[in-house]
């Protein structure tokens, strides 16, 4: 277990103001890889100066491609035993990173995820009830995820439906793989949300993306 390592995977678009401190909180802690989604600020230069290794898309991928190299970067070119994925705006407070750290690190877990204090929309508090009910699970749009590396392995991708970061937590669900949940205090955004706090395509846009992860097959459960 001493040989663990971790990687965080923070995918930015235009972060400037923000990823260096989310970045700094996690120095010490494993591999740090942030994606710079296309950014037209200096989010690279702000993450690499803080401790951060980069990677960049000249055009952006949107948040699904952005997870998706991070995580294809963390595991293959870093060879890390888990990944946690958090957001690049400081919405996710950094004191339940050693819990996350923790829960992969006892290898009891396939999935750990976060639960956050705070919901902003209305499909958030929707899928809250109904994930609770179905699988036990408070927050599955909480962007503070952790994944041990033979659930990725299983599938070689993190997202192919663009499903708001739900697709590879949700084939671990249904394929009834071990999971917890680490609570999440989730402080009040400096700026606008990228998908827009309340709009109505913006919860359209989370409700078609759990939908269309919800039709991709279950992780075979005889992974290790």
């Given at each position: 277990m001493g040989s663990y390592r971790v990687g965080f995977v923070i995918p930015a678009l235009n972060e400037e103001d923000t990823v260096g401190a989310v970045?700094?909180?996690?120095?010490?802690?494993?591999?740090?890889?942030?994606v710079d989604d296309g950014s037209s600020d200096n989010t690279a230069l702000c993450?690499?100066?803080?401790g951060a290794h980069v990677?960049?898309?000249?055009a952006s991928r949107g948040y699904e491609g952005a997870l998706n190299t991070g995580i294809e970067t963390a595991f293959?070119?870093?060879?890390?035993?888990?990944?946690?994925?958090?957001?690049?705006?400081?919405?996710?407070?950094?004191s339940s990173v050693d819990e996350f750290v923790r829960a992969l690190q006892g290898q009891k877990y396939a999935l750990v995820l976060g639960?956050?204090?705070?919901?902003?929309?209305?499909?958030?508090?929707l899928a809250g009830l109904i994930f609770l009910v179905?699988?036990?699970?408070?927050?599955?749009?909480?962007?503070?995820k952790g994944y041990q590396a033979y659930v990725w392995k299983a599938r070689q991708v993190f997202d192919s439906t663009q499903s708001v970061g739900t697709?590879?937590?949700?084939?671990?669900?249904?394929?009834?793989?071990?999971?917890?949940e680490v609570k999440v205090r989730s402080p009040k955004r400096l700026g606008p949300s990228k998908y827009g706090a309340r709009s109505i395509l913006a919860n359209l846009r989370m409700l078609g993306g759990i939908l269309r992860a919800l039709r991709i097959k279950p992780i075979n459960t005889d992974l290790h």
């Open positions: 970045v700094r909180g996690l120095n010490g802690r494993g591999v740090i890889i942030v993450a690499s100066n803080a990677v960049r898309h000249v293959v070119s870093h060879g890390v035993d888990g990944v946690i994925t958090l957001d690049a705006d400081g919405e996710h407070d950094l639960a956050r204090d705070r919901k902003n929309r209305v499909v958030e508090k179905r699988y036990g699970v408070r927050d599955i749009f909480c962007g503070m697709e590879l937590a949700l084939c671990c669900l249904r394929a009834r793989l071990p999971f917890c």
